[in-house]
T-cell receptor, first 115, second 113 residues
Framework: KAGVTQTPRYLIKTRGQQVTLSCSPI?????VSWYQQTPGQGLQFLFE???????NKGNFPGRFSGRQFSNSRSEMNVSTLELGDSALYLC????FGTGGPYEQYFGPGTRLTVT | SQQGEEDPQALSIQEGENATMNCSYK?????LQWYRQNSGRGLVHLIL?????REKHSGRLRVTLDTSKKSSSLLITASRAADTASYFC?????????????FGEGTQLTVNP
């Protein structure tokens, strides 16, 4: 099976702009989660989607949003970018069912730089 | 904020030696997972241990979990240069409402050839 794919891999944006990141989960995986990784804060949970519904949300401002499509692909949007949003954004997919918990499979990440 | 703390923050050993990394956490968990990350790339899942398990093995990896002490350890035996990476523990309050990993700060392991 193909792994989790994320596009684009690298992105440079200017303060005040908005950005959309895309994630395609492993075939058959219905849960998609997003994480932000920075040198100062480490790995932090952003949100999780399952069947097009956001089930969990981390402690991030409303500028961070996401959605999931019927084919389980997910997008994450950050509006009004700030310098502090520069980070590696990681997407993870997981099987989900009554037999859980299940490990999460991570994509290679999107490196966002805000100037 | 990070739930977990990992110890040591950095570890340097020679090829063939064993490496032990420790992780402590603060709240009750459903399971604990260990991940490896090579130089700012994606995370690779290593082992998942449930809260009712005490020890788990996978190849050269051995993970222990002590829920009374809220701690876990990862042992890599007979280390190789290719094991050089950052290792993270992540706790999960997995419920039927879904998964949400809380990561530790990580241990940077360097295995010298």
């Amino acid at each position: 099976k193909a792994g989790v794919t994320q596009t684009p891999r690298y992105l440079i944006k200017t303060r005040g702009q908005q950005v959309t990141l895309s994630c395609s989960p492993i075939s058959g995986h219905r849960s998609v989660s997003w994480y932000q990784q920075t040198p100062g804060q480490g790995l932090q949970f952003l949100f999780e989607y399952f069947s097009e519904t956001q089930r969990n949300k981390g402690n991030f401002p409303g500028r961070f949003s996401g959605r999931q499509f019927s084919n389980s692909r997910s997008e994450m949007n950050v509006s009004t970018l700030e310098l502090g949003d520069s980070a590696l954004y990681l997407c993870a997919s997981s099987l989900f069912g009554t037999g859980g918990p299940y490990e999460q499979y991570f994509g290679p990440g999107t490196r966002l730089t805000v100037t | 904020s990070q739930q977990g703390e990992e110890d040591p923050q950095a570890l340097s050993i020679q090829e063939g030696e064993n490496a032990t990394m420790n992780c402590s956490y603060k709240t009750s968990i459903n399971n604990l997972q260990w991940y490896r990350q090579n130089s700012g790339r994606g995370l690779v899942h290593l082992i998942l241990i449930r809260s009712n398990e005490r020890e788990k093995h996978s190849g050269r990896l051995r993970v222990t979990l002590d829920t009374s002490k809220k701690s876990s350890s990862l042992l890599i035996t007979a280390s190789r240069a290719a094991d050089t990476a950052s290792y993270f523990c992540a706790t999960d309050l997995w419920e039927t409402s879904g998964s949400r990993l809380t990561f530790g700060e990580g241990t940077q392991l360097t295995v010298n050839p």
